[in-house]
């Protein structure tokens, strides 16, 4: 069974910084690339950022340069860590594979607040 748990949001100001973990299930974490997605309000679920098993990256427009996407293959955790935030970061973002894992995979989500 496919068990992601996303932690780490919050409430920051405009420009702060904040750092979002996921513990995946080793099995679908060994060898595939993973993302971390958002969705805002009234839209549709994103990919914001990328890494392959070896560690290649890759962002969407809107946040390269801002965030940093890592994994850990050992404990089978991505993070993302997120800085000069803006008010149109806010959003529950979701690790998953990627692409994204068939079925019912997502997790809860973690919820990021940007607003002063």
């Known amino acids: 069974q496919v068990q992601l748990v996303e932690s780490g949001g919050g409430l920051v100001q405009p420009g702060g910084s904040l750092r979002l973990s996921c513990a995946a299930s080793?099995?679908?974490?060994?060898?595939?690339?993973m993302g971390w997605y958002r969705q805002a309000p009234g839209k549709q679920r994103e990919l914001v950022a990328a890494?392959?098993?070896?560690?290649?990256?890759n962002y969407a427009d809107s946040v390269k340069g801002r965030f940093t996407i890592s994994r850990d293959n050992a404990k089978s955790t991505v993070s993302l860590q997120m800085n000069s935030l803006k008010p149109e970061d806010t959003a529950v973002y979701y690790c998953?594979?990627?692409?994204?894992?068939?079925?019912?995979?997502w997790g809860k989500g973690t919820l990021v607040t940007v607003s002063s």
């Open positions: 890494i392959s098993f070896g560690g290649s990256t």
């Open positions: 998953n594979t990627r692409p994204p894992w068939p079925g019912d995979s």
């Open positions: 080793g099995s679908i974490f060994s060898i595939n690339a």
